[in-house]
């Protein structure tokens, strides 16, 4: 686990086997990536909101 931000350790974030085991998020990579995709265009409408 060296490299990885101890936030996203705490959080279970840290790879997809942790992102199944505890957040029951399949690990399949498309479904991970399809899911954080999804979370930086929110971010991004978020942000263009209040600009």
């Known amino acids: 686990m060296a490299g990885i931000p101890c936030s996203s350790r705490s959080t279970a974030t ?6 199944a085991r505890w957040h ?3 690990a399949e990579l498309g479904y ?3 899911a954080i995709c999804l979370w930086i265009v929110g971010q991004a409408e978020a942000d263009a909101a209040f600009a």
Do not use: F, G, Y
């Open 24 to 26: 029951d998020i399949p």
């Open 14 to 19: 840290c790879c997809r086997t942790c992102l």
């Open 32 to 34: 991970v990536v399809e």
